[in-house]
């Protein structure tokens, strides 16, 4: 069954593509069938640049497990440098 969870949200930072680092100005991050991993339903994380058209991206998939896990080490790390007076 198709969840059709899609939201995005703005970001600032770099990624690492096939052609090598760009700007990525968005996130995307959903819930619904895996691509390429092997899980029937993943957590769908996409980091991109739409002014650069597709190869600007780029892609993971995960079991919830993962993003729990993930979630959960971001605000770990966003703490401890806000901890030290770190802003942006």
Known sequence: ???QITMNT???GSGKGVSGWFP???ANVGYDHATHSQLDHALLLDFVNP???TSAR???EMDLASGKA?????QAAIAEAER???TQ
Not at 70 to 74: S, V
């Open 51 to 53: 002014s650069m058209g």
């Open 24 to 26: 990525i100005s968005q």
């Open 10 to 12: 703005p970001v600032t």
């Open 1 to 3: 069954m198709c969840t």
């Open 84 to 86: 030290f007076g770190f």
């Open 70 to 74: 993930l979630i959960a080490k971001l």
């Open 58 to 60: 780029v892609a993971v």
